[in-house]
T-cell receptor
């Protein structure tokens, strides 16, 4: 079974631009969560989507948004990029929203903002 | 709110020696506890998880962890380390009401000496 895929794997943007990252979950998984990983702040939860609905949101500004499509694929968007948005963005998928379910992480998208 | 502390940022261990990584959590109710491993350039892989029952949990790659409610700890152990265990290890806590949202510790980077 194919794992979680994230595209693109690497991205370079400049301040003020916007970016869209994509995550394709494991087949049959309906929950997708997004995390930001930086050396300074570590791994921080961005949001979770299940059946096209945002179920949970972390403490990030409104510039960070996401959505989920009917095939469970998810995208996150960051508008008006800042230098501090440089990070590894990880998505994880699971079958349901129950915390007992194993979450499978993708390899991440590394975003560099110049 | 949940929080996780991993007191050791770096640990160096000789190949074949035992390894113990510390994790302390803060959460009012019974937590859902996880250990993940991240190799360079990779996403996170689940090593083991604890929800209830036996407080000693066995995971993949020969790892085990013990939940100690009185100490709010969930330490990870491996009796004999292999060079391939060099990676960063993250402890995380979830909660029933939080869906798939995980709160991660800062991570412990493990270096294995030959």
């Amino acid at each position: 079974k194919a794992g979680v895929t994230q595209t693109p794997r690497y991205l370079i943007k400049t301040r003020g631009q916007q970016v869209t990252l994509s995550c394709s979950p494991i087949s049959g998984h309906r929950s997708v969560s997004w995390y930001q990983q930086t050396p300074g702040q570590g791994l921080q939860f961005l949001f979770e989507y299940f059946s096209e609905t945002q179920r949970n949101k972390g403490n990030f500004p409104g510039r960070f948004s996401g959505r989920q499509f009917s095939n469970s694929r998810s995208e996150m968007n960051v508008s008006t990029l800042e230098l501090g948005d440089s990070a590894l963005y990880l998505c994880a998928s699971s079958r349901t929203t129950a915390p007992q379910e194993t979450q499978y992480f993708g390899p991440g998208t590394r975003l560099l903002v110049l | 709110a949940q929080s996780v502390t991993q007191p050791d940022i770096h640990i160096t261990v000789s190949e074949g020696a035992s390894l113990e990584l510390r994790c302390n959590y803060s959460y009012g109710a019974t937590p859902y506890l996880f250990w993940y491993v991240q190799s360079p350039g990779q996403g996170l892989q689940l090593l083991l998880k604890y929800f209830s029952g036996d407080t000693l949990v066995q995971g993949i790659k020969g790892f085990e962890a013990e939940f100690k409610r009185s100490q709010s700890s969930f330490n990870l152990r491996k009796p004999s380390v292999h060079w391939s265990d060099a990676a960063e290890y993250f402890c995380a806590v979830g909660a029933e009401a939080a869906g798939n949202k995980l709160t991660f510790g800062g991570g412990t980077r493990v270096l294995v000496k030959p």
